[in-house]
């Protein structure tokens, strides 16, 4: 595995203390595609894992349904096909986007607003002391990552959210980044 990528998956695992105690048994995080970013691909596939392709630029894990003759549906957002028996399985080898959650990102025309997703359970369980702890250890981890990461990543959502429908979910504001010279700055 990429070392860079090695080192944002351990900093990602300090942004949520405890937070495996809320995820048993609730899945809400899981109806999704499931996005890779770059650097996922290969491992990903070198894993047998069956990842999807979408307009060549995007990845992400294959749970789509298909009918009789193969033919993928694609109305509504798939349970990730590592959600099995309440609980994921490949929780280690997880990608990035899932390490993330829940942190959301929002896109305000040129600027991303990256927030804290209120649907989650173990958000909704922190006082409000405890969620700016979290704000803060959020903007550490997006300092302190390799930032060839964190752009991929971020890019990757800047694509996905250029092919979604617009979703309507409740974030409470960390911080906003601009582009400028094709990386993503945090706005002080
Ligand atoms: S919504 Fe929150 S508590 Fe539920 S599985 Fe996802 S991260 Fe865990
Ligand atoms: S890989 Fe695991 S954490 Fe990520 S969406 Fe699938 S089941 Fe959920």
Redesign the pocket.
């Known amino acids: 595995m990429n070392k860079k990528i090695k080192k944002t998956y351990k900093l990602a695992e300090y942004l949520?203390p405890e937070?495996d105690n809320?995820?048993k048994n609730?899945?809400?995080?899981?109806n999704t595609y499931g996005w890779l970013i770059d650097n996922e691909v290969d491992d990903f596939l070198d894993k047998k894992y069956s990842v999807f392709q979408i307009n060549k630029t995007l990845h992400c894990l294959d749970s789509f349904v298909r009918d009789k003759s193969n033919k993928i549906i694609i109305n509504k957002i798939p349970k990730c096909l590592f959600y099995k028996k309440n609980r994921c399985l490949i929780y280690s080898n997880r990608p990035l986007d899932c390490r993330l959650?829940?942190i959301k990102i929002k896109f305000k025309k040129n600027k991303i607003i990256v927030g804290l997703?209120l649907?989650?359970?173990?958000?909704s369980s922190l006082s409000e002391k405890e969620k700016v702890y979290l704000c803060a250890r959020a903007i550490v981890f997006l300092k302190k990552a390799p930032q060839e990461i964190i752009n991929n990543y971020l890019n990757i959502m800047k694509n996905v959210n250029s092919i979604s429908d617009p979703k309507n979910f409740q974030i409470k504001n960390i911080v906003e980044l601009k582009e400028q010279n094709g990386r993503w700055k945090i706005l002080e």
């Open positions: 949520f937070i809320y995820c609730c899945n809400t995080c899981c959650y829940p997703s649907g989650c359970k173990y958000v």
